[in-house]
């Protein structure tokens, strides 16, 4: 599939997938988008607290950067694991500016070390932030109870909805611990019926820049 880097309108870079014109990052801007989901609907839900997160669809790295980011500022402990079935290009990660566009300059060997850590290890990328890249398809995973929160940032319904079927949200909700929280941009009806299906509470939030919507998702107790 033929893939190209390009630039958001809030300055920062994504891949566009042509075949299927789908990004990995929304095009009215890659940060603000991982900004408004996950950290401030997500990640902000758990601050002072250690935590575990499952993202879905590790991509470019950003929304672990910029989890970083904020869990250093905030001398958060954080146990993060991606789950990726394509890894991206090492070529096209180093053309993406999230550093430079994050004012993180000083935080640039640590995007670097995240790309570079190896598959199916766990490596620890400071002395609280600890990665495990994941290569595996969606419909393997099967933790139990492990996460806190969940980064659900896989590709669109229209593209690939076999990504948000209810079997696929069972297992997100079997990974989640009691009380944990799913974020996702999405908010299609379908999505949500599947995911109150297998027992999710879901609320819909304002979207990021340029996405009316959002949803954001609580296993009960």
């Not at 999505?191 to 999710?200: A, D, L, P």
Request: hydrophobic share 40%; net charge negative.
């Amino acid at each position: 599939m033929e893939r190209e880097i390009i630039k958001t309108l809030d300055g920062s870079t994504t891949i566009h997938l042509k075949e299927w014109d789908e990004c990995y990052h929304s095009k009215h801007g890659a940060i603000q988008e991982a900004k408004h989901v996950f950290i401030k609907n997500g990640f902000s839900l758990f601050e002072n607290n250690p935590i575990s997160i499952l993202e879905i669809g590790f991509g470019t790295g950003l929304n672990a950067f910029i989890t970083f980011l904020e869990a250093t500022q905030k001398k958060q402990k954080i146990d993060y694991v991606g789950v990726e079935a394509y890894p991206v290009d090492a070529g096209e990660v180093l053309q993406m500016n999230y550093v430079a566009e994050l004012e993180a300059l000083e935080f640039d060997n640590i995007f670097e070390k995240m790309h570079k850590s190896k598959w199916n290890e766990k490596t620890e990328i400071s002395t609280d932030f600890s990665l495990t890249k994941r290569k595996q398809f969606f419909d393997e995973i099967d933790d139990y109870e492990t996460f806190d929160l969940i980064y659900f940032d896989a590709f669109g319904y229209r593209v690939q909805p076999e990504l948000w079927s209810t079997e696929i949200f069972r297992k997100m909700y079997n990974s989640l611990k009691p009380n944990g929280v799913l974020v996702t941009y999405a908010a299609r009806g379908v999505v949500k019926r599947s995911m109150i299906e297998v027992g999710f509470t879901v609320e819909k939030l304002a979207g990021p820049p340029g996405k009316r919507e959002m949803f954001r998702a609580f296993k009960s107790v």
